[in-house]
């Protein structure tokens, strides 16, 4: 083998070595590209999606300060019970009083 066959053989290996490159690469691109239709879509969802979290944020967000409000009536309510019922617990012992009374008055 002379030294242009040599040449030759090494061009023409690395000749087909690109075009099988070459061809690789373009099924690759061809499987994997993304159309615009599709690209669309992708940007469409990426919206909705954003806009979700979004209201999922404020839906939290709404659902603590109710919390809170709820908390603070519940509190309110609770203090308000205990006052009516030491309020109760005074009528009734005014009235034991008054009854005791009454009937030292009936005994006399």
């Known amino acids: 083998m002379t ?3 040599f040449v030759i053989a090494t061009a023409a290996i690395l000749f087909v070595a690109f075009c099988l490159g070459w ?3 373009w099924l690759v691109h061809r499987f994997t590209r993304v159309s615009r239709t599709d690209m669309g879509e992708l940007e469409k969802m990426a919206q909705e999606l954003h806009e979700a979290e979004e209201t999922r ?5 709404y659902m603590q300060q109710r919390e809170a409000e709820l908390s603070n009536q519940l509190h309110q ?3 308000e019970l205990a006052a009516a019922m030491e309020g109760l617990r005074d009528a009734r012992r005014e009235a034991e009083e008054l009854r ?4 030292r008055i009936e005994a006399r």
């Not at 944020?57 to 967000?61: F, H, L, Y």
């Not at 005791?100 to 009937?103: D, G, I, Q, S, T």
């Open 3 to 5: 030294r242009a066959d």
């Open 23 to 25: 061809f690789a690469h």
């Open 57 to 61: 944020d404020q839906a939290i967000t």
């Open 77 to 79: 309510t609770e203090a």
């Open 100 to 103: 005791a009374r009454l009937e």
